[in-house]
């Protein structure tokens, strides 16, 4: 069977020689009569396939198949009977088992009944093992970090409690006592001022004109 | 008297809309189309007997569903399509009931390979039968593209209207295919 030139070539530009050494038909076996029968029936149908877009490949009518005889002839005429078959047995779907009298009546009143008795009630839910694995993970990272920022907090509460015991006068002698550990920037910085040109400017407020005069001289500035 | 055969699909579809034209117009899209699409569907499971079970089913679905059918879009498309889900679901359907790993490829081999085997006139030494062991050897999506492609000669164009994958996907899919087919018959 030949196979068109397009097909050929797009496998030789790729290099795969091999497979078109390979007859492009389906090597089942075939049964009696097959042939004749197929031939017929594109034969017959030659006419109406030129008017469809679709053509018959070419390596169908050269397939061999091992399809019973008259598996074609009789196969639209099958289809048709099973579909009118199925048909009758969505008519006559009919449940063979009784329902007691009323039932589906009172059946959304019961529902709405029980629903209102257990709104409280937790419906148990089946949850599968990977969701379950999921959730503690979840609860746990949460257990955590919310533990964590507890502790963080805890402690700076307790700082703030311990700090407030001590009196301004215990205060003042600690820092008489450590002055060296205060440089100015740690002591206004430690002040609590809106931006830092306030800050600047407050600094600036508490230094006496004989010092900003001496340290103007010492610079040479004056 | 009509003859059927001789009717486009458009004519056919619109057949099928009259109530007393219904079975014709059905029975005269069956024959028009039952063998290009029994090979199609038999080259992916390559059993008689599963092949038409499918092609029932495709046909089944085709009665139940033409009525919704636009009629601008291609019929042949569309039946394709159909073909080519059914067939995919039965593959997998099968291979789950085989406790095959859908994603295990060497066990779909074996599958295959044993299908052949059991193929009437099977001849692992004739090269028709080495080229269909070979196919077989792909993943079915990348089987379904070489098929499409190497037997049915079917334009990239088509198949991705039926496959709804762009075509630049399907061209390296075949060519995927291709080499991967030519590779295994140079090893046996």
Do not use: C
């Amino acid at each position: 069977m030949k196979r068109s030139d397009n097909i050929r070539n797009e496998l030789q530009a790729l290099g795969l020689e091999r497979i078109l050494q390979h007859p492009n038909e389906m090597p089942y076996t075939v049964p009696n009569g097959y042939f004749e029968s197929l031939y017929q029936n594109i034969d017959g149908n030659i006419n109406a396939e030129k008017m469809t877009n679709a053509e018959i490949p070419k390596s169908l009518t050269s397939s061999i198949g091992n399809v019973p005889d008259g598996y074609f002839e009789g196969f639209a005429k099958q289809i048709l009977s099973k579909i009118k078959t199925e048909d009758t047995i969505i008519w006559t779907k009919e449940m063979p088992f009784d329902v007691p009298v009323g039932y589906f009546e009172g059946l959304a009143k019961s529902i709405l009944a029980s629903v209102e008795k257990n709104t409280t009630k937790s419906l148990p839910t089946r949850i599968p093992l990977y969701r379950t694995i999921q959730l503690a993970a979840s609860l746990a990272l949460v257990f955590f970090v919310g533990l964590g920022i507890f502790q963080a907090n805890d402690h700076q509460l307790s700082l703030q409690k311990n700090f407030a015991t001590i009196s301004d006068a215990e205060i003042a002698q600690y820092i008489n006592e450590n002055l060296d550990d205060f440089d100015t920037d740690l002591v206004l910085n430690g002040l609590s001022f809106k931006n830092t040109k306030e800050k600047k400017a407050s600094a600036l407020n508490n230094i006496s004109d004989e010092d900003i005069n001496q340290f103007l001289i010492e610079d040479g500035m004056n | 008297m009509a003859d059927w055969a001789q009717l486009d699909d458009k004519a056919l579809l619109a057949a099928f809309g009259i109530e007393h034209t219904k079975e014709k117009a059905f029975e005269a899209l069956i024959k028009r189309y039952q063998e290009r699409l029994y090979w199609h569907v038999r080259r992916m499971v390559v059993h008689h007997e599963d092949t038409n079970d499918i092609l029932q089913n495709v046909f089944i679905k085709v009665w139940r569903n033409l009525a919704e059918f636009r009629a601008e879009a291609n019929f042949y498309t569309w039946l394709y399509r159909i073909g080519t889900n059914e067939t995919l679901t039965y593959i997998e359907k099968q291979k789950r009931n085989s406790s095959i790993s859908i994603s295990d490829n060497d066990e779909g081999e074996n599958m295959y390979a044993n299908k052949l085997k059991a193929e009437q006139g099977y001849d692992a030494n004739k090269i028709e039968w080495k080229l269909q062991q070979a196919i077989h050897t792909l993943p079915e999506k990348q089987k379904l593209v070489f098929n499409l492609r190497y037997y049915d000669e079917m334009p990239y164009e088509k198949m991705s209207e039926i496959l709804g994958t762009s075509e630049g996907a399907l061209k390296a899919s075949y060519h995927h295919a291709a080499k991967k087919v030519e590779a295994f018959l140079k090893d046996h």
